[in-house]
Structure formats: structure tokens, C-alpha cells
């Protein structure tokens, strides 16, 4: 690894699944918590979640975010919590002052959204880091989030930990409630096909997701859990390696499979 990319934070590509993942004690949690414990604890966490999608790209730049329950069906247990990490106003003027090829405003309504706060709450309990989260932009085409993920770099190396929060294998219309543990047919051979072409940086492959066959249509019925990826893998260096946690399928249908950059 160069001198350079020995000065950047790593990036993290973290498969979310169910809330409940928040609240409970599971092999999924503790590791998101040993992940935390193995890397440089950052001054800022810029998060990517599945869960923000606007029509422009916007940053959250409240003070205070508000810890947002987007679901249902759960436990009053999981609506009961509250992560009251404080935002950053300053970092999310910095990125839209520094991300010049991209127009991306500021939001003061959003806040923290489960697909940021469950993981995030498990890495750091004290919600002591400062979080900002950045929406994925629904009305552009899978390359421009790639390519706004370029513009991000800088960040690395202000100690800025960038998450992007999803899941590489996630059909909920086909999701085994029987199934705890493992997955389809489809499921396995597409998670098996993503992780190729991650180790080999076949990136333009994985922007190109739709031309991968019947298994990753499958696997990626809709881009918004696809994306957190494309944010990650966009800010690997040459010489950065990659290294897998949670790779595991469950319930069928979703991939917990996380990755680790740097």
C-alpha cells in the first residue's frame, strides 16, 4: 500500500438487513461493532443509506438529526430508539462547497434514517461521532452515482468515514421467512458473480448491473440497495484491498455479505 493510501480512512460497504439487526445480539452486530474496534476512529461519518432517495442529491446539515423510524411492523422496542449522534453542518458545507461537478444541496429536514442509525448505533453505542448522510438521487442513471462517489475522496483523507449502507442481494418479494439462515439458488450464484467482479475491479461490470444475467436481475430488482456498493467500491484505490465481513446469505432473498476498503 503507497504512502497515500496509508493517510485514508477505510470505506465501508455494510449489508444492513432487518432493523431488528439494531436491537439484537447477533453475529451480524457484533461484528459491525469489531469492525469499528479494528479501524482509525474517525472525526465524521458520511453515510450512504439505501433508505434516502430524493429527486437531487442533497446532505443532511442539521445540527441535531433526528433518529427517523422508517418501517413497520416491528417491535416497540426498535421505535423506541433514539441515536442521538450530533450531525456536522460544517462537513455537509464542505461537500457541497467541494464537490464541484455535482450540484448537491443542503436538506435540514431528513435526519438519520434505519438504514444508517442500525448499523451505525451498533459500531459506535455512544453516538459520539458526528454523522451526516447523503441521498441517493433517484433521477439520474447508475453511472452518476458513481461518479459523484469519485468526487468524495477528499473526505478519506480528513478522517471521514464513509458508509454506504444496503444490501448486494436484497428481493424482498421473494424473501423464505422459513429459510433463517442461506439462500436461493439465484441468490447464491448472484452474490457469487458481484464478489467476482469486485476482487477483479471489474467496476464498469457492476455499474453495467442490468447485463449480468437473469440471477443479479434477481438479486437487484430495483437500485437502491445496489448503490450504497457503487459509492464504496468507487473510492478503492489501486493498491487497497479488499477484505469481507457477514458474508452470509439469509432468508433466501438477502445478502449480508459487507466489505471493508484500505
Avoid at 429536514?109 to 444508517?116: A, E
Avoid at 453516538?127 to 475522496?153: G, T
Avoid at 448472484?190 to 476482487?199: E, H, P, T
Wanted: contains cysteine.
Amino acid at each position: 500500500m503507497s504512502d497515500n493510501s496509508k493517510k485514508l480512512m477505510p470505506v465501508l460497504f455494510v449489508g444492513h438487513g432487518s432493523p431488528m439487526n439494531a436491537i439484537e445480539k447477533n453475529e451480524f452486530s457484533d461484528t459491525w461493532l469489531k469492525v469499528a474496534q479494528s479501524i482509525p476512529r474517525p472525526d465524521s461519518i458520511l453515510c450512504i443509506s439505501a433508505h434516502w432517495e430524493t429527486n437531487v442529491t442533497q446532505v443532511t446539515a442539521m445540527a441535531k438529526p433526528k433518529t427517523i423510524h422508517d418501517f413497520g411492523g416491528f417491535p416497540k422496542e426498535l421505535f423506541d430508539v433514539e441515536y442521538p449522534a450530533p450531525g456536522n453542518p460544517e462537513l455537509a458545507e464542505e461537500i457541497i462547497r467541494s464537490v464541484t461537478k455535482f450540484n448537491i444541496t443542503a436538506d435540514n429536514n431528513w435526519g438519520l434514517d434505519h438504514g444508517c442509525w442500525s448499523v451505525i448505533r451498533c459500531m459506535y453505542p455512544k453516538a459520539d461521532i458526528p454523522v451526516v448522510q447523503l441521498s441517493l438521487n433517484y433521477s439520474e442513471d447508475i453511472s452518476f452515482h458513481y461518479q459523484l462517489a469519485k468526487e468524495l475522496l477528499f473526505l478519506r483523507e480528513k478522517k471521514v468515514l464513509i458508509i454506504g449502507s444496503g444490501n448486494m442481494v436484497h428481493n424482498l418479494r421473494l424473501v423464505d421467512w422459513d429459510m433463517a439462515d442461506g439462500g436461493a439458488g439465484w441468490a447464491v450464484a448472484a452474490n457469487k458473480i458481484l464478489k467476482g467482479l469486485i476482487d477483479h475491479n471489474e467496476h464498469e461490470k457492476l455499474v453495467d448491473y442490468q447485463s449480468l444475467g437473469k440471477d443479479v436481475q434477481f438479486a437487484i430488482p430495483t437500485p437502491e440497495h445496489y448503490l450504497p456498493l457503487l459509492y464504496a467500491l468507487a473510492l478503492k484505490q489501486s493498491d487497497e484491498t479488499i477484505t469481507y465481513f457477514n458474508d452470509k446469505l439469509v432468508m433466501g432473498s438477502l445478502s449480508m455479505t459487507s466489505l471493508i476498503i484500505g
